[in-house]
């Protein structure tokens, strides 16, 4: 798959492929936008090993192998072999005798035909797959161990780094290691057998980043097998080992407010705890747990270096669009949504990250995020109502280096009579945001054309502190009252998923009023970094 690292798989028409010989059995077979897989069927005795590996022969494909068993649970996938192929390769052990069923599946819509060549007997016939799967270094390649991490890099070609760099990896690996595992207590990530040498994990010093800067800094590659991880108290199902790969010396950003070494320890912080992640659940569908996670935990780990407030602004700047959407203009909004769980730990404490984690071992989508919240007698609207009010004031520790970044100002009210009409509207859990003029004074707001789906809110700020209130459909409100008063339209609606958002429009009707009942205060916010909204974030 290029360089997608989580994603759901395809199944296909079981077919009758014949019973796997001890050696060596090839197979032919086309692939197209009819025909998006193939199965095959595979009868294992228990420790019995099998190695698979799919190449290419005509056209596109960008080939995918998994093994299930009959219950359609994934047991082992693979991709990409290497950093340098789009065919895969797969190895497998059979915990137990049975029928399993392997799958041979395309990526997108590309087609042409493909060999599957498939090796059966004991552990002996997995040799190959090393060489296989081998990240090849422009040059020698050296070693570095450390007590939990393997670390390969070399003098020579593209990839050419030095030793002081690769020893400064070397202590942030294991300074992160600590940090996150022995001090925050998350469990250790899966081990990974023999990769790479033997079992620790093994990090790769590699040229990731053009001379302009793009690429990446760093990169987190799940293992192939699923299954459980001992270092949990849990049962998970898609556990999986994680390889890393950092830049050779992260040059490239020179000058940028932090420094290269500064840059390579907080990617180890973010990169390795995509492996702590791949520990609980490698196949989550939901992008945004995994990076929103990561860049949190940035923040315990180098408070000082972090560089998650380089995404608040993708987050204020589309504040309408879907929460935890990939789909907005520069894809950072998931990295962004750090501050969502910000906001769950200031409440609850920093465990509840964790114990968002546990439940996405064991539940896909925002059912997971439920499941975390109902324990705390909480549940996901009320969370997200939060999280949108607190992103007006900016209401977050951190908040002194979001320098003039707010959240974006969808429209205003000036006078009795105005109507106010959405652009595109709100997708769900998305909000908008329309300021009050202070000389209005009292008035009536009501929502209207949206077909009863939307809520209303109200944030005022007097001074440092602000007040939010509950407004449903509609309410009477005196802007005279405070320095600065806002309204949120906010979308409770969500399905279990942010693929498919559409917008929710509207028309917020102004009218005028006497005095009215004063609205109960729902919650109280500091203000002390509260910013005026505006247009452009």
């Given at each position: 798959?290029?360089?997608?690292?989580?994603?759901?798989m395809?199944?296909g028409l079981l077919?009758?492929?014949?019973?796997?010989?001890?050696?060596?059995?090839?197979?032919t077979?086309?692939?197209n936008?009819?025909?998006?897989?193939?199965?095959?069927t595979l009868?294992?005795?228990?420790?019995?090993?099998?190695?698979?590996t799919a190449e290419t022969l005509?056209?596109?494909?960008?080939?995918?192998l998994t093994?299930k068993?009959?219950?359609?649970?994934?047991?082992?996938?693979?991709?990409?072999?290497n950093?340098?192929?789009?065919?895969?390769a797969?190895?497998?052990?059979?915990?137990?005798s049975?029928?399993?069923?392997?799958t041979?599946?395309?990526?997108?819509?590309?087609?042409?035909t493909y060999?599957?060549?498939?090796?059966?007997?004991?552990?002996?016939?997995?040799?190959p797959l090393?060489?296989l799967t081998a990240i090849n270094?422009?040059g020698?390649?050296?070693?570095l161990?450390t007590?939990?991490?393997?670390?390969?890099?070399t003098?020579?070609g593209?990839?050419?780094t030095?030793e002081a760099?690769?020893q400064s990896?070397a202590?942030?690996?294991?300074?992160?290691?600590?940090?996150?595992?022995?001090?925050?207590g998350w469990?250790?990530?899966m081990?990974?057998g023999?990769?790479?040498g033997?079992?620790?994990m093994?990090v790769y010093?590699?040229?990731?980043m053009d001379?302009s800067g793009?690429?990446?800094?760093?990169l987190?590659?799940?293992?192939?097998?699923?299954?459980?991880?001992p270092n949990t108290?849990?049962?998970?199902?898609y556990?999986?080992?994680t390889?890393?790969?950092?830049?050779?010396?992260?040059?490239?950003l020179?000058?940028?407010?932090?420094?290269?070494i500064?840059l390579?320890?907080?990617?180890?912080?973010?990169e390795?705890h995509?492996?702590v992640?791949?520990?609980y659940?490698?196949?989550?569908?939901?992008g945004?747990y995994?990076e929103?996670?990561?860049?949190w935990?940035?923040?315990?780990?180098?408070?000082?270096?972090?560089?998650?407030?380089?995404?608040?602004e993708s987050?204020?700047d589309?504040?309408?669009?879907?929460f935890g959407?990939?789909?907005?203009?520069?894809?950072l909004?998931?990295?962004?949504?750090?501050?969502?769980?910000?906001s769950?730990?200031?409440?609850?404490?920093?465990?509840?990250v964790?114990?968002l984690?546990?439940n996405i071992?064991?539940?896909?989508g925002?059912?997971?995020?439920?499941?975390?919240?109902?324990?705390?007698d909480?549940?996901?609207?009320?969370?997200?109502?939060?999280?949108?009010l607190?992103?007006?004031?900016r209401?977050?520790k951190?908040?002194?280096?979001?320098?003039?970044?707010?959240?974006?100002?969808?429209?205003?009210?000036?006078?009795?009579?105005?109507?106010?009409?959405?652009?595109?509207g709100?997708?769900?859990l998305g909000?908008?945001y329309?300021?009050?003029?202070?000389?209005?004074?009292?008035?009536?707001?009501?929502?209207?054309?949206?077909?009863?789906?939307?809520?209303?809110?109200?944030?005022?700020i007097r001074g440092?502190?602000a007040?939010?209130f509950?407004?449903?459909?509609g309410?009477v409100l005196?802007?005279?009252?405070?320095d600065?008063?806002?309204?949120m339209?906010m979308?409770?609606?969500y399905?279990?998923?942010?693929?498919?958002?559409?917008?929710?429009s509207?028309?917020?009707?102004?009218?005028?009023?006497?005095?009215?009942?004063n609205l109960?205060?729902?919650?109280?916010?500091?203000?002390r970094?509260?910013?005026?909204?505006?247009r452009?974030g």
């Open positions: 798959m290029r360089h997608i690292v989580y994603g759901l395809f199944m077919l009758g492929a014949s019973r796997v010989q001890a050696d060596e059995e090839s197979y077979g086309t692939l936008t009819r025909q998006s897989s193939v199965d095959y009868n294992l005795q228990a420790a019995e090993s099998v190695l698979m005509t056209g596109d494909l960008d080939l995918r093994i068993n009959t219950l359609g649970t994934t047991l082992a996938e693979n991709d990409d072999r950093a340098d192929s789009y065919d895969p797969l190895g497998f052990t059979a915990s137990s049975g029928t399993y069923i392997l041979v599946s395309q990526y997108g819509n590309d087609s042409g060999q599957l060549t498939i090796t059966q007997g004991d552990e002996s016939v997995l040799a090393a060489d270094l422009s020698t390649e050296r070693i161990d007590p939990n991490f393997r670390i390969h890099y003098y020579r593209e990839d050419a030095t760099f690769a990896v202590q942030a690996v294991e300074y992160v290691y600590q940090v996150e595992i022995t001090q925050l469990p250790a990530p081990p990974d023999y990769s790479g033997d079992s620790r093994d010093l590699m040229d990731l001379d793009d690429g990446a800094m760093g987190a590659r799940p293992g192939d097998q699923y299954g459980d991880n108290p849990e049962r998970e199902k556990a999986t080992s390889m890393l790969r950092l830049d050779n010396d992260f040059a490239e020179e000058g940028d407010r932090l420094s290269p500064e390579m320890r907080v990617t180890v912080a973010h390795f995509h492996a992640q791949h520990g659940d490698a196949n989550e569908p939901m945004w995994f929103a996670t990561a860049v935990m940035e923040q315990a780990v180098y408070p000082k270096l972090s560089s998650a407030v380089y995404y608040v987050v204020y589309f504040p309408e669009l879907c959407t990939a789909d907005d203009p520069d894809g909004q998931m990295y962004g949504e750090w501050m969502f769980l910000q769950l730990a200031d409440i609850y404490g920093g465990n509840v964790q114990e984690w546990v071992a064991r539940l896909n925002f059912a997971a995020l439920q499941q975390t919240l109902v324990a705390h909480d549940d996901l609207v009320n969370a997200l109502v939060r999280y949108r607190r992103n007006i004031v209401d977050y951190q908040a002194s280096l979001f320098e003039n970044a707010t959240v974006w100002l969808e429209d205003s009210i000036h006078q009795t009579g105005d109507q106010i009409t959405s652009g595109k709100v997708q769900p909000a908008n329309i300021q009050v003029s202070p000389e209005l004074g009292t008035f009536r707001v009501e929502l209207a054309d949206d077909g009863g789906v939307l809520q209303l809110w109200a944030m005022g440092r502190q007040e939010s509950a407004l449903g459909r309410a005196d802007s005279s009252a405070y600065n008063l806002y309204l339209v979308n409770p609606l399905e279990n998923g942010v693929d498919d958002c559409q917008y929710t509207y028309h917020l009707n102004i009218s005028p009023a006497s005095a009215g009942d109960p205060i729902e919650q109280v916010w500091d203000a970094w509260f910013t005026s909204l505006k452009g």
